[in-house]
T-cell receptor, first 112, second 117 residues
Framework: SQQGEEDPQALSIQEGENATMNCSYK?????LQWYRQNSGRGLVHLIL?????REKHSGRLRVTLDTSKKSSSLLITASRAADTASYFC????????????FGSGTQLTVLP | DAGITQSPRHKVTETGTPVTLRCHQT?????MYWYRQDPGHGLRLIHY???????DKGEVSDGYSVSRSKTEDFLLTLESATSSQTSVYFC????????????????FGSGTQLSVL
């Protein structure tokens, strides 16, 4: 069974708008990561947030983590057409840090 | 893609034939992984390796075997391919040794599209 599930499955916005994607998971984690995948390519790591952190920023990315609700959100501010991609959350499990479990992803389309 | 080469990039094969996919890294990372990606399932871990000749099963290991005889190479073998193994296969690496514990991120190859007819 999947540890992480993203919501929504697909999101379409205009350039300049903010995009928010959510991830829910089931078991205790050490950290949660977000990855991006352009069409036909491998995944690229975006940001990692540890279980004892609540918010983290990297450029136009803002990630929050609520361990009580077992959920995370990824906010992309001032989106660009180049942000069009699939975004995945990945969680490890406490005691099994090597086995990342990925959700099924959110397909983001940013219209110019 | 972070010094990771997957070969072949595309392969079409018939049911019942053996298939081997290769992952080669030039980063000297300790950990190597094989994932498969299918619509609606995200990425699922098949097997991973934590050192030469040290491997372990992932979530969907049935029908797959792996070998790692050198740090830089991790092979995924489908002994007798089935149509359900049609998928995109990704190799990933981690473990530079410089991360804080529990903070390792994965670097992915470009993938191998495998079609089993």
């Amino acid at each position: 069974s999947q540890q992480g599930e993203e919501d929504p499955q697909a999101l379409s916005i205009q350039e300049g708008e903010n995009a928010t994607m959510n991830c829910s998971y089931k078991t205790s984690i050490n950290n949660l990561q977000w990855y991006r995948q352009n069409s036909g390519r491998g995944l690229v790591h975006l940001i990692l947030i540890r279980s004892n952190e609540r918010e983290k920023h990297s450029g136009r990315l803002r990630v929050t983590l609520d361990t009580s609700k077992k959920s995370s959100s990824l906010l992309i501010t001032a989106s660009r057409a180049a942000d069009t991609a699939s975004y995945f959350c990945a969680t490890d499990r406490a005691g099994s840090a090597r086995q990342l479990t990925f959700g099924s992803g959110t397909q983001l389309t940013v219209l110019p | 893609d972070a010094g990771i080469t997957q070969s072949p990039r595309h392969k079409v094969t018939e049911t019942g034939t053996p298939v081997t996919l290769r992952c080669h890294q030039t980063e000297n990372h300790r950990y190597m992984y094989w994932y498969r990606q299918d619509p609606g399932h995200g990425l699922r871990l098949i097997h991973y390796s934590y050192g030469v000749k040290d491997t372990d099963k992932g979530e969907v290991s049935d029908g797959y075997s792996v070998s790692r005889s050198k740090t830089e190479d991790f092979l995924l073998t489908l002994e007798s391919a089935t149509s359900s193994q049609t998928s995109v296969y990704f190799c990933a690496i981690s473990g530079t040794g410089r991360e804080e514990p529990g903070g390792e991120k994965l670097f992915f190859g470009s993938g191998t599209q495998l079609s089993v007819l």
